[in-house]
């Protein structure tokens, strides 16, 4: 009884030491819900959807203040699919303020380097641009703060869990297995740090030939829908290959505000409506 | 003892962006080599998606140790396709490798300098996007070996040049020949009606190597067979000889050998 005692007074201690390691959440001031758009894999549209999943839940619910976190040190797209460009200025606190566009305040590291420059930090100093790009930001009071992560399940990933209370993730995938293995990876590591996670997205779900309409799957067909209940987590809805999208992002004009009554729109608004209940839902 | 003192040329495989086709090309590339007669290797440093075990479909298999480090994975019994990948080293291979800076960092010297390549014509090795700690770790590990260069591999939009025009400054800055510049993904064409609907656009890759300076090596379409094979680890080069996914690919490793060895 006595070594029992001894050894659940030991694991008592040991725990509290290794908590103490671990940094604290902290809220970011202003900031009601965090949600984190990830995927694991490169290229399968994170800051696209990041992007219109913002507009898209102004647009389902006009009352919500929404901001977008560019979370992708390495390779910024906000500023180049929200066609924001700049040095933000500072207040008399010494907060960045972020800039903004179709009402959504965004901030990246985009707007501190410049166009060409490459951006080669390792984790360390990567955690550090983040921390200030959560906490040194004049955001304001928002309802939601859409955070665009980078690909990968590392440094981002584990500094943002660990240091700010997440909503949820929204986990965007193609249906190809390539795509699908690291949206899998993606979960797993969620569920590691204790992030619910909303759903997964279903991007460049299929293609439609703007001449004869025939429909091609060219990056496979319905993994992600598959994939999503083999994981046990929602599916949050299919977003077309659209010509449209690239052509508006490329324009820094995000569909949902350039083609409003678009399928494309819609599916973005959809997806939008799905978060915002996921997000009820995991609060309960 | 050196690994990599009969590896004959090294080439980066980059990009910058996420989701351009890295893995891809690399593997179609090295595939191509391969039907040209070359003892080719491929190194997978992208720990935290390694993709390339998958595209040869080389299931699961266990990693040897002999005297001079790890044995390489071959994809075949002649040996003339080498691999090494963290997906060899996970118990599953689709667990998450969650890891932070540093231990990347003393993996990746490890894959540099314990594979026991032996004799190879070309070593490829495919990278994660970003520029970070993967990245400066391998050309750390490489410095004192030989690297002809890098290829960049880019799809024509605005999002991806954007990124990959940061990735050109970071090979200019840290030295790195830049071997030239792939545009994929570049234009679909309908397999109903041949229209082509340029999906990712077209064009960038190449407007972003003029305004380089680059090289442009070529534009690879988006094909659904190419993505279908790769999905199924199927060696693409043999199964589709006469598509111009197959021209553009050989083209592209024709002049990489070119230049590899012109220099």
């Known amino acids: ?284 | 003892n050196d690994n990599l003192a009969q590896v004959q040329h090294v080439v980066l495989v980059l990009s910058g962006k996420g989701g351009v086709g890295k893995s891809t090309i690399t593997t179609e590339l090295a595939l191509a080599l391969r039907h040209a007669g070359k003892k080719v290797g491929i190194l997978d440093i992208d720990l935290c998606g390694p993709s390339i075990p998958r595209m040869l479909s080389v299931g699961r298999p266990d990693v040897h140790q002999c005297d001079l480090g790890w044995v390489p994975v071959y994809t075949d019994a002649e040996k003339s396709l080498a691999l090494m990948s963290i997906g060899f080293l996970l118990d599953d291979p689709d667990d998450a490798v969650v890891w932070r800076g540093p231990k990347k960092t003393a993996l990746i010297g490890q894959f540099v300098s314990d594979v026991a390549w032996g004799e190879l014509d070309v070593l490829l090795v495919d990278t994660p996007p970003g520029t970070s700690d993967e990245h400066l770790a391998v050309l750390e590990n490489l410095k004192k070996h030989k690297v002809d260069g890098a290829i960049l591999v880019t799809t024509p939009q605005a999002v991806s040049t954007g990124d990959v025009r940061r990735e050109i400054t970071f090979c200019k800055k840290t030295g790195l020949r830049i071997l030239g510049i792939v545009e994929n993904m570049s234009g679909f064409a309908c397999p109903h009606c041949s229209e082509c609907t340029n999906i990712f656009s077209k064009g960038g890759g190449e407007d972003l190597a003029k305004l380089t300076g680059s090289v442009f090596l070529g534009s690879v379409p988006l094909d659904p067979l190419l993505s279908a094979s790769i999905e199924e680890g199927k060696d693409f080069i043999q199964s589709f000889p006469h598509s111009p996914t197959f021209s553009a690919i050989t083209s592209i490793s024709h002049t990489l050998l070119n230049s590899l060895q012109a220099a």
């Open chain 1, 1 to 284: 009884h006595y070594k029992q005692r001894k050894f659940k007074a030991l694991q008592e201690r040991q725990r509290q030491q290794m908590a103490r390691g671990l940094p604290k959440q902290k809220p970011i001031t202003g900031v009601k819900q965090v949600i984190v758009v990830a995927s694991g894999k490169g290229g399968v549209g994170k800051s696209t959807t990041a992007v219109n999943l913002a507009l898209g839940l102004t647009a389902v619910n006009p009352s919500k203040s929404v901001g977008v976190l560019d979370a992708d040190v390495h390779g910024p797209s906000i500023p180049k699919l929200m066609n924001l460009k700049g040095n933000p200025e500072l207040t008399d606190n010494n907060l960045m303020i972020p800039l903004t566009n179709y009402g959504i305040p965004c901030m990246s590291m985009g707007f501190l380097v410049d166009d060409a420059a490459p951006i080669v930090w390792r984790g360390l100093m990567v955690m550090s641009a983040i921390e200030k790009l959560l906490r040194q930001v004049n955001w304001g009071s928002l309802d939601y703060l859409v955070v665009d992560m980078p690909p990968g399940t590392g440094d981002v990933q584990l500094s943002i869990s660990q240091n700010i209370p997440v909503a949820g993730a929204v986990i965007v995938s193609t249906p190809q297995d390539i795509a699908l293995l690291d949206a899998r990876r993606g979960a797993e590591m969620f569920k590691k740090v204790n992030v619910p996670v909303l759903g997964l997205v279903q991007n460049m779900s299929v293609f439609q030939c703007p001449n004869c309409h025939h429909q091609t799957h060219i990056f496979g067909s319905d993994g992600a829908r598959r994939l999503a209940e083999t994981l046990g987590v929602h599916f949050l809805g299919d977003i077309p290959l659209h010509l449209n999208i690239r052509e508006m992002s490329d324009r820094g004009q995000p569909v949902v505000v350039s083609s409003p009554d678009s399928p494309e729109a819609e599916a973005y608004k959809k997806v939008a409506a799905a978060v915002v209940r996921r997000l009820e839902e995991v609060s309960t």
